[in-house]
């Protein structure tokens, strides 16, 4: 299987504009969530869900939203991005969101707002 | 608040030399801790993990980390470092936060590089 797969790898966006960032697993996984890292930062969690139709807030939601309307994906959605947005987001997802459980992380898209 | 701390930010080692990368981790109760690496342009590899029990625990390629409860931390350790471990190493807690036990906190991360 190809575990947690992210479209697109690197992006390029003006102020204002809008996108999706996807997020795809195939290991029949509950839980995904969003991070994004920042230069110093670590990662934070942007938006989380544990299962199809179940989503939350994490630490650093505002300017995302994001659905779940199916088990296997997870979009991000940027709805007018801003330069404070110009990040590398990571998608991630375990079998059921309890701590003991393997996150596997994706590769992580490069986003740049200008 | 839940809170993870990596104090060093930078860390250069010779080929060969043991490794010792630190973390300190806030939490309430007894954490889920976990070391996570971080290979340039790559996704997140996890390393080890500690729920509860021994608290020597074995992670990949021949890593290591020792939980102690009295110093609330988790460091990492390495007996001899090889140059392909120079990566960015990341410890967390998975605290519960927002809800989700699955949820992770990050410390800011530990960039090693390593010398030939």
């Known amino acids: 299987n190809a575990g947690v797969t992210q479209t697109p790898k690197f992006q390029v966006l003006k102020t204002g504009q809008s996108m999706t960032l996807q997020c795809a697993q195939d290991?029949?996984?509950?839980?995904m969530s969003w991070y994004r890292q920042d230069p110093g930062m670590g990662l934070r969690l942007i938006h989380y869900s544990v299962g199809a139709g179940i989503t939350d807030q994490g630490e650093v939601p505002n300017g995302y939203n994001v659905s779940r309307s199916t088990t296997e994906d997870f979009p991000l959605r940027l709805l007018s991005a801003a330069p404070s947005q110009t990040s590398v987001y990571f998608c991630?997802?375990?079998?059921?969101?309890?701590?003991?459980?393997?996150?596997?992380f994706g590769p992580g898209t490069r986003l740049t707002v200008l | 608040a839940q809170s993870v701390t990596q104090p060093d930010i930078h860390i250069t080692v010779s080929e060969g030399a043991s490794l010792e990368l630190r973390c300190n981790y806030s939490?309430?109760?007894?954490?889920?801790l976990f070391w996570y690496v971080q290979s340039p342009g790559q996704g997140l590899q996890l390393l080890l993990k500690y729920f509860s029990g021994d608290t020597l625990v074995q992670g990949i390629k021949g890593f290591e980390a020792e939980f102690k409860r009295s110093q609330s931390s988790f460091n990492l350790r390495k007996p001899s470092v090889h140059w392909s471990d120079a990566a960015e190493y990341f410890c967390a807690v998975g605290a519960g936060y927002g809800g989700s036990q699955g949820n992770l906190i990050f410390g800011k991360g530990t960039k090693l590089s390593v010398k030939p």
């Open positions: 991630a997802s375990s079998y059921s969101g309890l701590p003991e459980d393997t996150q596997y």
């Open positions: 939490y309430g109760a007894t954490p889920y």
């Open positions: 290991m029949n996984h509950e839980y």
